[in-house]
T-cell receptor, first 122, second 109 residues
Framework: QVHLLESGGGVVQPGRSLRLSCAASGLNFSAYGMHWVRQAPGKGLEWVAIISYDGTTKYYVDSVKGRFTVSRDRSKNTLYLQMNSLRAEDTAVYYCAKDHFPWGGGDCLHSWGRGTLVTVSS | EIALTQSPGTLSLSPGERATLSCRASQSLTTNYLAWYQQKPGQAPRLLIYGASSRATGIPDRFSGSGSGTDFTLTISRLEPEDFAVYYC??????????FGQGTKLEIK
């Protein structure tokens, strides 16, 4: 049973930083590309970033390029999202999710965490 | 970047009826890498359909996906009470960003 658990959310002032974590269990973490997806309050889903199964390839949505960095630690089975220069419009629930199939270069999202809320406000 | 437009925004139906949800892409998805997700309030999304027409593990066969190119459809053949939720399509075949549609809310009439 795949289990993804996000943490690290909270209230942060504009311009500050926050690091989200996603602890994975029940899967061969090193075999799957991993994604971050966010959902602003009352809004739809927005894909944010992907990191390949081996960590060598990363992509971001334009609105976070240069501010957010996705990374992974295979020894800890953990995915990260470093968020710098936060803005009010980054306020959202942040979900981590895994690729549907292993060893791929980008895929749909099969298993999701429950999300962690990030609120950017002064 | 590929944009996805879902219609209708809200669909009001009764249990037992058939639901047809549409997702249109701004460019052809040559690989038909189009997924559908269901999201209920306070929950994470759940994958229903991948590759435009393949059901994910454990998804009831009343859910079906079809389409190709730029036009895709999610059909729920006979609505159960637990099917009333928000549905999103997502493209993931072309280069990132792997965009989502804006969602269709399926509500009880």
């Amino acid at each position: 049973q795949v289990h993804l658990l996000e943490s690290g959310g909270g209230v942060v002032q504009p311009g500050r930083s926050l690091r989200l974590s996603c602890a994975a269990s029940g899967l061969n973490f090193s075999a799957y590309g991993m994604h971050w997806v966010r959902q602003a309050p009352g809004k739809g889903l927005e894909w944010v970033a992907i990191i390949s199964y081996d960590g060598t390839t990363k992509y971001y949505v334009d609105s976070v390029k240069g501010r957010f960095t996705v990374s992974r630690d295979r020894s800890k089975n953990t995915l990260y999202l470093q968020m710098n220069s936060l803005r009010a419009e980054d306020t959202a629930v942040y979900y981590c999710a895994k690729d549907h199939f292993p060893w791929g270069g980008g895929d749909c999202l099969h298993s999701w965490g429950r999300g962690t809320l990030v609120t950017v406000s002064s | 970047e590929i944009a996805l437009t879902q219609s209708p925004g809200t669909l009001s139906l009764s249990p037992g009826e058939r639901a047809t949800l549409s997702c249109r892409a701004s460019q052809s998805l040559t690989t038909n890498y189009l997924a559908w997700y269901q999201q209920k309030p306070g929950q994470a999304p759940r994958l229903l359909i991948y590759g435009a027409s393949s059901r994910a593990t454990g998804i009831p066969d009343r859910f079906s996906g079809s389409g190709s190119g730029t036009d895709f459809t999610l059909t729920i053949s006979r609505l159960e009470p637990e099917d009333f939720a928000v549905y999103y399509c997502q493209q993931y075949g072309n280069s990132p960003p792997y965009t989502f549609g804006q969602g269709t809310k399926l509500e009880i009439k």
